[in-house]
Each structure stands twice: as C-alpha cells, then as structure tokens.
C-alpha cells in the first residue's frame, strides 16, 4: 500500500496475485483519465470512466509545465486515486508526452509522489502506440486484417499500422488539438488564410514525422477530439461517450466540421449542444489533424473507438487470458 492505500504496479510488470478490480490514471496533454474495470466471468465491466481538463500541455512550447496545473493535475491525481483505493482496485499511473518533453517533469513526477505516494510512469512513444492499438482493436472486436489505428491527443498524435494483429510501423508526431491551438488558433476571429496554413503545417509535419500511406486500411480513430467531432455528427443532445463508439466520420463529414469552427467564434461553438464546451477551443485544431491524418493514410473515413490507451494498459494488467473476454 502507498499514500492513500493504493497499491501501484507498472505498465510492463503489474506483477501477480492482483485483485479482479484494477484501475489506470492516464496523465495527458489536455486531459488526466481514470479508468476503471473489473472483471467478471465472461466480460470485462467498465465502473469509472472520468476524464478531468487540466491542459498539461498548454505552453509546453518553452518545456515547462505551468505551475498551476501541476498543481491542479496532482489534486486531480490524488482524488482519482482515492476513488481507485475505495474500490480496491490495484492501480498505475502512466504519463505521455508532456511528461516525456516537460524539463520539469520530474518536479511533477516528485510531486504526485509526495502527495499520494504514487509512483508516475513515463510511457515511451512505442510503448504509447502499441497500448493505444491494443485498447482499439481489442474493444471494437477486431480480428486480423489491415488496420490503421489514429489517436489524436492535446501534444501528439499517433499513428500505428498493423497486418494480421501485428503492428508493422509506428510514428509518433508531436502534434496535438492543444498545441496547434497555440501555434495557429489563440486569437479570434480564425482567418481562412490560417487555417490552410495550420493544414499544410500538420500535413507536412506527419509526413516528415513518418506517416505514410495505408491504402485499403480500416481506420479506427481515438482522443478526445475524434469523440467530440463524432458527437457533432451524430447530433447528440448532449455529450455522451458510450455512446459514441463506432461512429464512422468520412473526409466530409470532418471538412464541414473544419469549416463550421473556422466561421464560429468560441462562444458559439460553445453553445453547440453535443459539443463538450471546455473542447471547443480545440476542436477546429482537432478537425484540422483528422483531415490530415486521412489525407496522410489516403483513406476516406475512420471508426471512433472510445477506448484506446488506458484500455490496452487495463489489459497488459489482466493479463493474456483478459483478451477473449468481451467489453461491458
């Protein structure tokens, strides 16, 4: 048991003897995520899905992580944690690439130790794009073929190809909704000029970051930017996650959202219903890298999956024998 009575483990070896109900904290550019699941006889039963902005990533561009929401991710940390140790869920604590750039990482790291007694992992980019595919495929019930798999985040985005359920390539590009917001889209209103200039900036920067073609390829797609433009499409009344996965969005429908954004300004994109409003200063920088991405992947269309990293992480807990089972 560490701080708050949560017992860690690590994302390559959560070790033996875990309990049925275990748990991942997810530190992101944009958001912290807590996922909990327990297992059952025939399924594997999702009891938390919480995800909390708190925009890591926001002014990383000079490597350091602001102090307020250092501070704010660790209280958000330290409260997710309790809801884990009040359910005995055997829990790890991983962080992307706001940790993997910040100079100051390790401050935050020795924070969120000193204050929960948690130990913080840093995934690295092949360890982050091989949990995300596994989360993917495992959850829409893929079963071999080609398959590109897209996770936009709020620092990166990446981009993991497989054959067969075999990952063959990888790239992880250091561009995401949070930081090309603050490369292109901080000021109001959005110029036409500006966002063809973002397009090129982000078509360039997955092509030079090694992004290629996947003709033929399903594509299933992941972040929380992809679950809002899905839920745009699907004309919610309101945000709602579960219900999002297996949505498909086509180039079309992803450049009418791309020009909606662009002609609105952020108090009318945040009164769009099915739109989450603390992303709608993103979601024109999200819409801008899924355009891309298809572009990129020369495909026409991908499937949202709403479970991806933390959900592969869950699995590498449970272990081999957790594959077979489905998700509830």
């Not at 049925?20 to 530190?27: G, L, N, S, Y």
Request: include cysteine; hydrophobic fraction near 45%; aromatic fraction near 4%.
């Amino acid at each position: 048991m560490t701080g708050d009575g949560v017992k860690p483990g690590t994302a390559e070896e959560p070790g033996a003897g875990f309990a049925e109900t275990r748990a991942v904290i997810d530190i992101g550019s944009n958001s912290i995520k807590l996922r909990v699941i327990r297992r059952e006889e025939n399924a594997l039963r999702v009891l938390i899905d919480r995800t909390e902005l708190v925009r890591m990533g926001q002014g990383l561009e000079n490597g350091i992580i602001a102090e307020t929401a250092m501070r704010h991710g660790a209280e958000t940390i330290q409260r997710m944690a309790r809801t884990a140790a009040e359910m005995d869920a055997d829990l790890i604590v991983v962080g992307t690439i706001a940790l993997r750039s910040a100079r100051n990482a390790e401050v935050f790291i020795r924070q969120v130790r000193e204050e929960t007694g948690l130990a913080v992992e840093i995934l690295s980019e092949e360890q982050e794009a091989h949990l995300a595919w596994l989360g993917a495929v495992h959850s829409l019930g893929v079963q071999g073929g080609d398959i590109a798999v897209l996770d936009i985040g709020g620092g990166s985005t990446q981009f993991v190809v497989s054959a067969d359920s075999r990952i063959t390539r990888s790239a992880s590009i250091p561009i995401g909704t949070v930081n090309l917001t603050e490369k292109f889209f901080a000021a109001e209103p959005v110029e036409p000029d500006t966002v063809e200039k973002a397009v090129r900036y982000v078509r360039d920067a997955f092509v030079s970051g090694g992004a290629a073609p996947a003709p033929g390829f399903s594509v299933i797609a992941m972040g929380g930017g992809v679950l809002a433009l899905a839920s745009v499409k699907q004309r919610f009344p309101a945000f709602i996650p579960g219900k999002l996965d297996g949505t498909f969005l086509t180039r079309a429908d992803i450049a009418a959202q791309r020009d909606l954004y662009a002609s609105t300004s952020l108090a009318e994109r945040m009164k769009i219903a099915a739109l989450p409003p603390k992303r709608a200063d993103i979601v024109l920088a999200g819409a801008c890298i899924a355009q891309c991405a298809l572009e990129v992947l020369r495909a026409d269309s991908f499937r949202v999956s709403i479970n991806g990293l933390r959900h592969g992480l869950l699995l590498k807990m449970f272990g081999d024998s957790a594959r077979g089972l489905r998700l509830a």
